[in-house]
Nanobody
Framework: QVQLVESGGGLVQAGGSLSLSCAAS????????MGWFRQAPGKEREFVAG???????SYADSVRGRATISRENAKNTVLLRMSSLRPEDTAVYYC???????????????????WGQGTQVTVSS
């Protein structure tokens, strides 16, 4: 089991940018895919971005071109940078770690077995 702690959320004006960080502990970090998901009020949780063990990435269509996910294995950290933020980006953002090692990038929630508590991102218009 891995423990995940997100940070970096807050209130941002539309058009602005922010960086979210996820610190992992409890097991070997570098061999697992990591992902960011978000859940807006009244909506289901959705995939935002993912990065696998080799640095391969995937993005939701809604954030492609505005988001960058990266990992710093030496620091057991995964980062999500978002720019040109929109009010519809408002959500609780969750960091997640895949259950299996050495996998390709996945967007499927079922492939992630560990989740952080989430960090609120609010984009004002």
């Amino acid at each position: 089991q891995v423990q995940l702690v997100e940070s970096g959320g807050g209130l941002v004006q539309a058009g602005g940018s922010l960086s979210l960080s996820c610190a992992a502990s409890g097991r070997t970090f570098s061999s697992y895919s990591m992902g960011w998901f978000r859940q807006a009020p009244g909506k289901e949780r959705e995939f935002v971005a993912g990065v696998n063990w080799s640095g391969g990435t995937s993005y939701a269509d809604s954030v492609r071109g505005r988001a960058t996910i990266s990992r710093e294995n030496a620091k057991n950290t995964v980062l999500l940078r978002m720019s040109s933020l929109r009010p519809e980006d408002t959500a609780v953002y969750y960091c997640a770690a895949a259950t299996k090692r050495w996998t390709t990038v996945t967007k499927n929630e079922a492939d992630f077995g560990s989740w952080g508590q989430g960090t609120q991102v609010t984009v004002s218009s």
